[in-house]
């Protein structure tokens, strides 16, 4: 009896210390789809309209390990500042994490952004795409995919341009963006 008891603490020892303390941007993603601050969706690969663009062989493949964009949008203002303020530093600590790797910083019109990559030198597990600005607001995108693949990634781009798509279903994030 003395030995099972071990056993238990054993491993509810072994549970509790294994667990990470660190929140994952998936778990950031459930946690604030519900905060009245924050816009967020989802959007199919589909809407991309890749099926009906002239791609070659290589971008269709490309396009074809896509799945879905979680967008995640936090409109700032004045009553919600301090809000903002947390969301953007804790945004910024996941990103920091060693799941990530910084791919690209941008100055845009708009505001500052990053490209991170989740994954490693031969699968993409996802792409993340974060902006900031402080008069605005912020903008999370998660790039889904299966298999995706980091040297495709530019067949990626060059298929979503051939395509027809003109930011439908983006029109939320560009109303926040615009005032």
Do not use: H
Request: hydrophobic content about 40%; proline content about 3%; overall charge negative.
């Amino acid at each position: 009896m003395k030995n099972v008891y071990w056993a238990i603490m054993v491993v509810i020892v072994l549970a509790i210390t294994s667990c990470s303390s660190e929140q994952s941007l998936q778990q950031y993603y459930i946690t604030n789809a519900e905060n009245p601050n924050f816009m967020s969706f989802d959007l199919p690969s589909s809407l991309l309209d890749l099926e009906t663009a002239n791609l070659t062989e290589s971008e269709r493949e490309a396009a074809s390990s896509l799945k879905k964009l979680n967008v995640l949008a936090f409109q700032k203002k004045p009553e919600n500042e301090a809000d903002y303020l947390v969301q953007k530093k804790a945004i910024k600590a996941i990103l920091k994490s060693d799941d990530f790797s910084e791919l690209m910083k941008m100055n845009t019109p708009f505001g500052k952004a990053t490209i991170q990559l989740k994954g490693d030198d031969d699968y993409i597990d996802e792409l993340v795409i974060y902006g900031d600005n402080d008069e605005k607001g912020l903008v999370l995108v998660r790039v889904l995919g299966d298999n995706m693949n980091p040297a495709s990634l530019m067949q990626l781009i060059k298929a979503v341009e051939k395509s027809d798509y003109e930011g439908k279903g983006l029109e939320q994030i560009e109303d926040l963006f615009k005032g």
